[in-house]
């Protein structure tokens, strides 16, 4: 038997596979990680917002990750 490449059991314990965040266009969470460095799910920018859980996220605001969706998009 051989070793997975990678083990994602090194994720942040901090939080449980329910939490939700906002996957930005850039393929990086709002709050500043990953799907490699957090456990949970994700909705793609904040269209599903009663959906997201992360608090980090959601602490920007449905309009600024709307806005800054726009941006990474290229639309105004």
């Not at 083990?7 to 990953?34: I, K, N, Q, T, W």
């Not at 959906?51 to 726009?70: I, N, Q």
Request: charged share 20%.
């Amino acid at each position: 038997m051989t070793q997975p490449m990678l083990d994602l059991e090194f994720l942040d314990g901090r939080e449980g596979p329910g939490v939700v965040h906002v996957l930005m266009p850039c393929m990086a969470y709002a709050c500043g990680d990953s799907i490699l460095t957090k456990r949970g799910g994700f909705t793609c920018g904040p269209s599903n917002w009663e959906k997201v859980t992360c608090p980090d996220c959601r602490a920007f605001g449905r309009d600024v990750l709307a806005a800054e969706c726009r941006r990474q998009q290229g639309a105004s």
